[in-house]
């Protein structure tokens, strides 16, 4: 988990650094800072489960592990990323893989994820399905009808919202009465918890337990996974309207320190170990990147492929 | 090593930023991820960090400078003192950044590029014309340089008195932002029937070959008869006093080469219609020369007209000392349900933006129906 936290965070570095290099076109959202609810939330879903994303879906792949170079292909629009470079940043996924290319509409995964666990109940499969979305999509009308729908029909599928206080600039106390998201569950009958979306095995466990309640066809959960942007919501946002203390404050709470600190610590994880993980993640960056820079562009007759069921 | 730190693609709608402030000196340190300089983009204040640590060595930009994204703005050494070459190469651009193309439209020729960006259209007629793109000021998007822009190049090649472009557009660009800021601004729209003013103009060219009478004719004549009918509309309002107008004059909206002229023609109405059409012509003969008549003060309708152009409707922004212009689409053809039937009638949809702060909706709507008479009546 440790590795998966550390490519997630250096494949986002990585991007940025191509973006300000001009190498790689387009805007980009990044997830700096929510490693923990990305890997944490993969790490307990099984082959043959299915994630949607969000706008902000990077980490989200490399955590369900889509790899990293059809992923980067994907960012330079080249023909071999995973969506033929025809998606690009907010469409990262690969359904053969477990993960459903993301959707960039607000609350757009929640009733993809949904649909997904009905199939699984009437085909009367173990597999459940999960859907990220951010405390932005919570006042949306398909969030409210969806969660309703999977908890009256009891269906495999996981709630799991990213809590990271803004909705783009809006603050979620300015917009939502009630003091959690998770306080919500109870309205739809649902169990409903908040988690510390910066401890990779808090948000492990919590997903586990809700995924194993829903593989028994108890129903649904819904998540709320506490946690922060350390950039903006995209690379035109600087990020003004956060308070300077509020970002130093989670600067502190960052998933990847707090894990480095707390098992270097206790003796579990040494020097040797971090450096010898980030030399393997950088090289495996090095090579997506050389992979992505040498593949070919999508050509032009390609673009009608994949548009149409033939 | 030598490091180019460029301008990011920042922007949301557009692709260039200006510089507000360099965030260090020459020959500071500074680490990966660190902000180097603040910008200003079309939507806010940001830093620009740099992708690698390293010394700052030299400032390609200024505090100030408009500076297109994925141009080079700083020059970054991994020592302090090393040697390096000042001379920076073309970024690798993304597929997606169109060639900054040079915005003035002066005879000098604008710096070489390897690609200006051109429409097809207008790259043909450019050849055929044996015209230099590189000196075609583009106006479609990213600075494209259209078909139209090739064509207005070659006006301006043909006729060298025309008014000099740029400081008309500077004015337009002034006065519309001004207007657009200041003039509470609504709109009201109407179909007007043309029939009978086609009957009457059919008529006219018939007897009066030598004097043709167009629909803006038409137009302009009902306007200003509507105009002296609709005291509420022809009232000019100063420091809160009202003062009302005995004479109907109009400002007419009138494309030349070089941009937009305002003509204004004195009671368009008050005259017999062939001392109206021999004025409204000489008027507009000598506007096209580049000589607007003057007028002892502004008009207060203006009226705009798109409809040589195919133009169905549009909306106008009101000339400052107007209180409204008319926007005029093209006359057509339309069934109209009227009298329990179906009826062909000949239409032309006009929109009305007025200033709030003189009238208000009735009074417009009031004008348009006073025209609707007058083009019934011509």
Request: net charge negative; aromatic share 6%; proline share 6%.
């Amino acid at each position: 988990m440790y590795r998966k936290m550390l490519l997630c965070r250096l494949f986002e570095d990585r991007v940025n650094s191509l973006f300000l290099q001009g190498r790689m076109p387009g805007t980009i959202h990044q997830a700096q800072g929510q490693e923990a609810c990305a890997v944490g939330v993969c790490e307990a879903l099984k082959e043959g489960d299915m994630l949607t994303s969000t706008h902000r879906p990077h980490e989200h792949a490399v955590a369900r592990g889509i790899p990293v170079k059809s992923l980067m292909a994907e960012l330079f629009a080249k023909s071999t990323g995973c969506c033929h470079g025809k998606g690009g940043s907010m469409h990262m996924g690969d359904a053969d893989l477990g993960m459903l290319p993301a959707i960039a509409i607000v609350g757009g995964g929640i009733p993809l994820a949904t649909g997904y666990a009905l199939s699984f109940k009437y085909l009367k499969k173990p597999n459940i399905a999960a859907c990220f979305f951010g405390d932005g999509a919570v006042n949306e009308g398909i969030f409210h009808e969806t969660v309703n729908m999977a908890a009256i029909w009891d269906l495999p599928v996981l709630f799991i919202c990213e809590n990271n206080k803004y909705g783009a600039s809006t603050l979620i106390d300015s917009v939502m009465k009630v003091k959690t998201v998770s306080a919500r569950a109870s309205a739809y009958g649902i169990p409903g918890s908040t988690i510390d979306g910066n401890d990779v095995f808090a948000v492990f466990e919590a997903t586990l337990q809700a995924g194993e309640r829903a593989r028994s066809g108890k129903g649904p959960t819904l998540l709320e996974l506490e946690t922060y942007r350390f950039a903006g919501h995209s690379r035109s946002d600087p990020g003004h309207y956060r308070p300077k203390e509020e970002v130093a404050e989670w600067k502190i709470k960052d998933p990847i320190t707090r894990f480095e600190t707390r098992y270097l610590g206790e003796g579990l994880l040494t020097d040797e170990i971090v450096a010898s993980y980030r030399a393997s993640v950088e090289q495996e960056l090095n090579d997506a990147v050389e992979f992505a820079e040498s593949s070919p562009s999508p050509l032009p007759e390609e673009c009608l492929a994949d548009v149409y069921v033939e | 090593m030598k490091h180019v730190i460029i301008m990011p693609d920042l922007g949301q709608t557009s692709s260039e930023a200006k510089i507000v402030s360099w965030l260090k000196k020459p020959g500071e340190k500074l680490a990966m991820g660190e902000p180097l300089l603040e910008v200003e983009t079309d939507k806010a204040t940001m830093d620009v960090e740099a992708y690698v640590g390293g010394f700052l060595r030299k400032k390609l930009a200024n505090e100030g400078d408009m500076v297109a994204a994925s141009n080079p703005v700083a020059i970054l050494t991994d020592t302090v003192d090393e040697e390096f070459d000042e001379e920076v190469r073309p970024q690798a651009k993304p597929a997606t950044v169109v060639e900054p193309v040079e915005r003035s439209q002066s005879a000098t020729p604008a710096p070489v590029s390897s690609k200006v960006a051109a429409a097809p259209a207008a790259r043909t007629l450019a050849k055929q014309l044996g015209i230099e793109l590189s000196a075609v000021s583009g106006t479609g998007a990213q600075g494209l340089i259209t078909k139209t822009d090739v064509e207005r190049f070659q006006a301006g090649r043909a006729s060298p008195t025309s008014s000099p472009p740029k400081k008309g557009q500077e004015a337009m660009a002034a006065l519309t932002s001004r207007s657009k800021a200041t003039i509470p601004h609504f709109y009201v729209t109407v179909d007007l029937d043309m029939s009978a003013a086609e009957a009457w103009r059919a008529r006219w060219n018939q007897d009066q070959p030598n004097l043709k009478a167009s629909i803006n004719d038409c137009l302009v004549r009902a306007a200003s008869a509507a105009l002296a009918d609709s005291p509420k509309l022809n009232q000019r309002v100063v420091d809160g006093k009202a003062e009302p107008q005995s004479a109907a004059d109009v400002l007419l909206v009138v494309g030349i080469d070089s941009g937009l002229l305002l003509v204004p023609v004195a009671d368009p109405h008050a005259d017999a219609a062939d001392v109206f059409l021999q004025r409204i012509k000489t008027s507009l003969g000598s506007a096209k020369e580049g000589k607007v008549p003057s007028a002892k003060a502004t008009p207060l309708l203006a009226i705009s007209n798109l409809g040589m152009f195919g133009v169905k409707e549009f909306s106008a922004i009101i000339p400052p000392g107007c209180n409204a212009i008319l926007a005029a689409g093209a006359a057509r053809n339309q069934v109209v349900w009227r009298n329990d039937r179906a009826e062909a009638l000949r239409v032309c949809t006009a929109t009305v933006s007025a200033d709030h702060r003189v009238v208000d909706g009735i009074a417009v709507a009031q004008f348009l129906e006073r025209m609707q008479f007058h083009l019934n009546s011509l």
